[in-house]
């Protein structure tokens, strides 16, 4: 691979990897190291990837993904306490810290395969069908991930829910 073609490659794909790493193990640490070995992956003699069965970026998930469960399965211990996602809490900013760290927590806690599920789909924003290629599942299965990930968390974030106003 071209050294441009490469560093092109990673600027478009470096800051979305490392999100959906961050999201998967909760740790910078951890996410930067597991985006690197994706790209390590990609630099290997005989990497598998083939632009005419996959696009790239859902190859890349996918290597991220499997990183990740590769560490997961060699990890005796984990570390249960997150890395602060931001340096920053300000008094006025308190509730809304607390609901984020209540959100990041409960997403936490989401069985693996919900969790992969909502993160590839809520915050990195792939289409369904690219979500089932990265999992590889299919389309329905990812959509009943989603939605008893979604379940789960409205009943475990109940308590930080608006209360609704009476229409009497």
């Given at each position: 691979?071209?050294?441009?073609?490469?560093?092109?490659?990673?600027?478009?794909?470096?800051a979305?990897?490392?999100?959906?790493?961050?999201?998967?193990?909760?740790?910078?640490?951890?996410?930067?190291?597991?985006?690197?070995?994706?790209?390590?992956?990609?630099?290997?003699?005989?990497?598998?990837y083939?632009?005419?069965?996959?696009?790239?970026?859902?190859y890349?998930?996918?290597?991220?993904?499997n990183?990740?469960?590769?560490?997961?399965?060699?990890?005796?211990?984990?570390?249960?306490?997150?890395d602060?996602?931001?340096?920053?809490?300000?008094?006025?900013?308190?509730?809304?810290?607390?609901?984020q760290?209540?959100i990041?927590?409960?997403?936490?806690?989401?069985?693996?395969?919900?969790?992969?599920?909502?993160?590839?789909?809520?915050?990195?924003?792939?289409?369904?069908?690219?979500?089932?290629?990265?999992?590889?599942?299919?389309?329905?299965?990812?959509?009943s991930?989603?939605?008893r990930?979604?379940?789960?968390l409205?009943?475990t974030?109940?308590?930080?829910?608006?209360p609704?106003?009476?229409?009497?």
């Open positions: 691979m071209r050294e441009n073609a490469f560093l092109q490659l990673f600027d478009d794909h470096h979305a990897l490392f999100r959906f790493a961050y999201r998967l193990t909760n740790s910078s640490a951890d996410a930067e190291d597991i985006v690197q070995e994706c790209f390590l992956e990609i630099l290997r003699p005989g990497n598998s083939d632009s005419r069965r996959t696009p790239v970026r859902t890349l998930y996918g290597v991220v993904r990183q990740w469960l590769k560490r997961r399965r060699n990890s005796s211990t984990a570390d249960p306490t997150p602060p996602i931001d340096g920053r809490s300000p008094e006025s900013d308190l509730l809304a810290s607390e609901v760290d209540a990041v927590e409960a997403i936490g806690t989401l069985p693996d395969t919900q969790r992969e599920a909502l993160i590839l789909a809520h915050y990195e924003q792939l289409p369904l069908a690219e979500i089932a290629r990265i999992l590889e599942i299919e389309v329905g299965a990812v959509k991930r989603l939605e990930a979604r379940a789960r409205r009943e974030l109940a308590a930080y829910a608006q609704q106003r009476s229409t009497k």
